[in-house]
């Protein structure tokens, strides 16, 4: 099976732009989480999705937002970028099991790099 | 609150001693437990996790961990590092009651030849 992918993998942007990431679950998983990664905040949760609609959300602004299509395939987007967004955001996804999917192990994909100038 | 503290935020040993990551979480509620490894510019990946069955957890790559409830810890071991084991870890508690997520803030383990 492939893994988690994301794209792209490298993004250079600048302050008040918008941007949109993309995550392709393993094949089958239907839950789909998102992490931001820093040096000073370590890893956060952004948000989860589990079949098209959002299940559970971190304490990030409405400037992240996320969506889940009908294929389990998930899109973040970051609008008027702050110079503090620049990170590594990784994707993660659940296998189908009982319960929330954070019961469960996730497998993550190797991230996208955002530079925000 | 809820929190996860990784007690060492690097952590070096020599090729073929034992490692020791420390990790101790708060919570009210029933935890499920993990660690997980990021190896440089790579994703996480799972190592183990303890989900209320046996204390003593066995991992991937000879990785182990203890859930120890009335010291509220999840340490990380293994009998003998090796050069490959370099990367950094993360203690990550979910709280089956309101499914939060928490990482620590990792671990970075240096393996010295």
């Known amino acids: 099976k492939a893994g988690v992918t994301q794209t792209p993998r490298y993004l250079i942007k600048t302050r008040g732009q918008q941007v949109t990431l993309s995550c392709s679950p393993i094949?089958?998983?239907?839950?789909v989480s998102w992490y931001q990664q820093t040096p000073g905040q370590g890893l956060q949760f952004l948000f989860e999705y589990f079949s098209e609609t959002q299940r559970n959300k971190g304490n990030f602004p409405g400037r992240f937002s996320g969506r889940q299509f009908s294929n389990s395939r998930s899109e973040m987007n970051v609008s008027t970028l702050e110079l503090g967004d620049s990170a590594l955001y990784l994707c993660?996804?659940?296998?189908?099991?009982?319960?929330?999917?954070?019961?469960?192990?996730?497998?993550f994909g190797p991230g996208t790099r955002l530079t925000v100038l | 609150a809820q929190s996860v503290t990784q007690l060492d935020s690097h952590v070096s040993v020599s090729e073929g001693t034992p490692v020791l990551l420390r990790c101790n979480y708060s919570s009210s509620y029933s935890p499920s437990l993990f660690w997980y490894v990021q190896h440089p510019n790579k994703g996480l990946q799972l190592l183990l996790k303890?989900?209320?069955?046996?204390?003593l957890v066995k991992g991937i790559n000879g990785f182990e961990a203890e859930f120890k409830k009335s010291e509220t810890s999840f340490h990380l071991t293994k009998p003998s590092a090796h050069m490959s084991d370099a990367a950094e870890y993360f203690c990550?508690?979910?709280?089956?009651?309101?499914?939060?997520?928490?990482f620590g803030k990792g671990t970075r383990l240096h393996i010295l030849p």
């Open positions: 993660a996804s659940s296998p189908p099991g009982t319960g929330a999917s954070s019961y469960n192990e996730q497998f």
């Open positions: 990550v508690v979910t709280l089956n009651r309101d499914d939060k997520i928490i």
């Open positions: 094949s089958g998983h239907r839950s």
């Open positions: 303890y989900t209320s069955a046996a204390t």
